[in-house]
């Protein structure tokens, strides 16, 4: 009996039919360009998620390969991203402490439920919806939480720790409050990570400006001991890839969050279907809004039995993959 799998259950077959060396080249080389920027941008989003460094690279293996097999689109770049982490980090904060055992488990649950939101979406072929929530909607959103992301870094910036909330307010009053906690060493580290990725964006968009600042960075904390003057390192990281299993929680706990779960699903549909629309114009490309979305549901239901936390769409990543 021969068993045939079309191209809408699998859309990566549709590339073996015309796939040769300049491709493969082409796909090396944005492949290596994109996890540059991945790497040092994976860790940093996991911080902003409240979680240890090691789950951002854990959240930016498989899903990003589940959500690039099963979405329509060639050029969006799925795995951590900042809104997402930050969205995700705001659901919990009343629940556990970031970093917690405890904290770790709900973003899994949390990423679960995402994934299931958005698969669920996509299958009913409900993507359609997106397109109707308006533009000013999703750039009023998108500046807003810029300034929230921000300043929710400056702790890590500063060298002290400042309170994570939603609200600018309590965190620019905060900071205020703290500010005479500042380290030189650490702002000092910051700002020459920035200059050379700036520097490396006016020489030429290709250049891995994010992965140059991490290789110089991590130089001068190993051979000056930048530790002892208070710069946070990562340290440690665990080897090896990170056991499935599905994350433990009481109905109770699965109650409280979906709230935050639809949120979080929402923004991250929007986000995703919005680049890979954008790119699929560009390209001349055909795209398919369900397709994205079940590949995105894919995405997170991995992530959240893989250890990690929600993914999404990325602007930055999907427009160098663009290029």
């Known amino acids: 009996m021969r068993i045939t799998i079309s191209f809408e259950v699998a859309p990566f077959l549709r590339w073996l039919k015309d796939y040769d060396r300049d491709k493969i080249a082409r796909d090396l080389i ?53 809104m997402t982490a930050l969205l995700s980090a705001s659901v919990l904060y009343s629940m556990a402490e970031p970093a917690s055992d405890k904290w770790i488990a709900l973003m899994g649950v949390l990423a679960l439920m995402v994934g299931f939101i958005r698969l669920t979406i996509g299958l009913l072929k409900l993507g359609f919806v997106v397109e109707l929530i308006s533009t000013s909607v999703i750039t009023g959103f998108t500046s807003a939480g810029a300034l929230v992301i921000a300043l929710s870094q400056a702790g890590h910036l500063l060298g002290f720790k400042i309170t994570q909330s939603t609200l600018i307010y309590q965190v620019v009053v905060d900071i205020f409050q703290k500010i005479q906690n500042i380290n030189p060493y650490t702002v000092g580290i910051g700002l020459l990570a920035y200059t050379v990725i700036w520097i490396s964006r006016k020489i030429h968009p290709l250049v891995p400006g994010a ?14 001991g930048l530790e002892k003057f208070g710069v946070a390192i990562v340290g440690n990281v665990p ?68 250890k990690g936390f929600p993914v999404g769409g990325s602007f930055s990543r999907s427009a160098l993959n663009f290029q």
Do not use: C, H
């Open 30 to 82: 944005a492949g290596l360009t994109v996890a540059a920027v991945l790497v040092p941008q994976s860790m940093a989003y996991a911080l902003l998620a409240g979680m240890p460094p090691i789950y951002g690279l854990y959240a930016s293996f498989l899903p990003t390969i589940l959500a690039s097999m099963f979405g329509s689109s060639r050029f969006l770049a799925t795995g951590p991203v900042a």
């Open 211 to 224: 992965l140059i600042a991490v290789v110089i960075t991590s130089s001068l904390s190993y051979f000056y």
């Open 239 to 306: 080897q090896g890839l990170p056991t499935p299993s599905f994350p433990k929680a009481d109905f109770s706990t699965i109650a409280s969050l979906w709230g935050g779960a639809i949120v979080v699903a929402a923004f991250g549909l929007i986000e995703a279907v919005a680049i890979a629309k954008r790119l699929a114009l560009q390209a001349g490309d055909k795209w398919d809004a369900n397709q994205e979305l079940i590949g995105q549901g894919m995405a997170n239901i991995t992530a959240g039995i893989f």
